[in-house]
């Protein structure tokens, strides 16, 4: 076990919340793009799909993603280790919802169940909330000295 410990990659605070901001939006972009192409494929009204969209965005920012986002910050700003391991942005919790979002979602767009539009509504709204979480990291970690005096117990 010690050995795993001494090989483990580890980084300082800031820049786990950096990583992690990385890594949330990227994925973010990721569905984004995957919106767009089924909202252009769909050929409908582009005003309704952003006003849909931006429902869906203000649903999982709110009350999904900024929680996420403030919870995992508070953990990390507030763990007694000098060094984290690079993949410690989550909780175990936290990997497993990812996990089983991602099943969903490559499961019902390659199934074909709902419309490509519905989707890609869905998926815009969702991206774009993911992308913007993402974005929080960056800027905590950006401004690591504020983030600390924000969320330090």
């Known amino acids: 076990m010690d050995r ?18 990385i890594v949330w939006a990227f994925a973010g972009f990721r569905v984004l793009s995957l919106g767009i192409v089924d909202a252009i494929s769909s050929n409908k009204n582009w005003i ?7 429902f869906i965005f203000y ?18 700003i507030n763990s007694t280790l000098e060094k984290h391991c690079v993949f410690s942005f989550f909780d175990f919790k936290s990997y497993m919802i ?11 767009r390659s ?19 993911l992308f913007m979480a993402g974005m929080l990291f960056i800027i905590s970690s950006i401004k ?10």
């Open 4 to 21: 795993i410990n001494k090989y483990t990659p580890r980084v300082k605070k800031n820049t786990l919340l950096f990583i992690a901001g």
């Open 48 to 54: 309704t799909t952003l006003v849909i969209s931006s």
């Open 59 to 76: 649903i999982f920012y709110k009350f999904i993603f900024s929680k996420i986002y403030k919870k995992h910050t508070k953990r990390i």
């Open 98 to 108: 990812m996990g089983i979002m991602m099943f969903l979602g490559i499961s019902v």
């Open 111 to 129: 199934a074909g169940i709902f419309n490509p539009w519905y989707v890609s509504i869905f998926y815009i709204g969702l991206g774009f909330a």
């Open 144 to 153: 690591f000295e504020n983030t600390k005096l924000k969320y330090i117990n």
